[in-house]
C-alpha cells in the first residue's frame, strides 16, 4: 500500500489528525530515524491530542462563559482580603465537584467573583467536565419562558445534565413567589448529585430576605450552603484599581 492509499484510508476513517501527522512527520528530516513503533506512536498521540482538543472546545463553547478567565490567571498581588492562593490550589483539584458539593463566592461589586467562577468553570471544562454558566436572573427568565411553552421539566432536565452550573450575581433583584419555586427546583434536582458555584454580592444570613418565602429559602439554603465551600472576598474593585472601564470590561480579556 502506497502512502497515499494509506493517507485516503485514515481520511475516510475520519483518523484526519493522525493523517495529517503521518505525512507531516515522514516528511521531516529530524523522525527519519525513527523505529516504525516510535512513528505510530507519535501520530496516535496527536491523533488523541487533536480529539481532546476539539472535545474540550464543543464544551467551552456549551458553557457560555462571559469572559476568558482561568486559575493562573488570577492576580493575588491586588490584595484581596480572603483570596488565598493556596485554598485556590486546594479547590482546583475540584474534589468538591466529584463529592457533588457547592462553592460559594462572596464579595463586593467588581472584586473579581465572576472571573474567579469561570476560572474553576474552564478548569473543569479542561478535566473533562461539563459545565454551564447563567447569570441568575437569565436563568430565571429562560425558565419562566420554559413554563409559558411547555418546555420546563426538559430546561430542567439539561441543567441536571451539567457537573457543574455557575449561577452569578445571586442576589442582585429580590424574587417573586414563582422565582423562588423554580430556583428551588434547580437547587433541590442538583442537591448531592451535581455542583453548583453561586457568586454573590449577599451574605448567607441575608439569603432569606432575597429569596422571600421563608419555607423555600430554608430548603435552598439547606441544600446549597450546608455543604459548600467558601471564598469571602474584602477589598475595592477590581475595576477600580485598575483603571478599567466598566463599559468595556465586556468587551476585553483581563486578569481578576
Not at 45 to 61: F, G, Q, S, Y
Request: glycine share 6%; charged share 30%.
Amino acid at each position: 500500500m502506497t502512502l497515499e492509499e494509506t493517507i485516503t484510508k485514515l481520511n475516510q476513517m475520519k483518523l484526519f489528525a493522525m493523517a495529517r501527522s503521518l505525512q507531516e512527520r515522514l516528511g521531516r528530516v529530524d523522525h527519519q530515524d525513527l523505529g516504525v513503533e516510535e512513528m505510530i506512536s507519535l501520530v496516535i498521540d496527536d491523533e488523541w491530542l487533536d480529539r481532546e482538543n476539539r472535545k474540550l472546545t464543543r464544551r467551552l463553547k456549551k458553557a457560555r462563559f462571559k469572559v476568558p478567565a482561568t486559575l493562573e490567571a488570577i492576580d493575588y498581588q491586588l490584595h484581596r482580603v480572603g483570596l488565598v492562593k493556596t485554598k485556590i490550589l486546594d479547590l482546583s483539584t475540584l474534589g468538591w465537584v466529584f463529592r457533588h458539593q457547592n462553592l460559594l463566592v462572596i464579595g463586593p461589586t467588581g472584586i473579581g467573583k465572576s472571573f474567579i467562577a469561570q476560572a474553576f468553570g474552564y478548569h473543569a471544562c479542561q478535566k473533562g467536565l461539563a459545565v454551564h454558566y447563567a447569570r441568575l436572573t437569565q436563568l430565571l427568565h429562560q425558565l419562566h419562558l420554559a413554563r409559558a411553552d411547555g418546555t420546563y421539566g426538559k430546561r430542567l432536565s439539561y441543567l441536571l445534565k451539567y457537573d457543574l452550573l455557575i449561577l452569578d450575581d445571586w442576589g442582585v433583584s429580590s424574587l417573586d413567589s414563582q422565582e423562588s419555586k423554580d430556583l428551588l427546583e434547580v437547587i433541590e434536582d442538583r442537591h448531592e448529585i451535581k455542583s453548583t458555584i453561586v457568586t454573590t454580592q449577599l451574605s448567607t444570613k441575608h439569603w432569606h430576605e432575597f429569596i422571600g418565602n421563608e419555607t423555600i429559602a430554608d430548603a435552598i439554603c439547606d441544600r446549597l450552603v450546608h455543604n459548600a465551600h467558601r471564598i469571602e472576598m474584602k477589598g475595592e474593585s477590581v475595576r477600580k484599581l485598575k483603571g478599567i472601564d466598566p463599559e468595556k470590561t465586556n468587551k476585553k480579556e483581563e486578569k481578576a
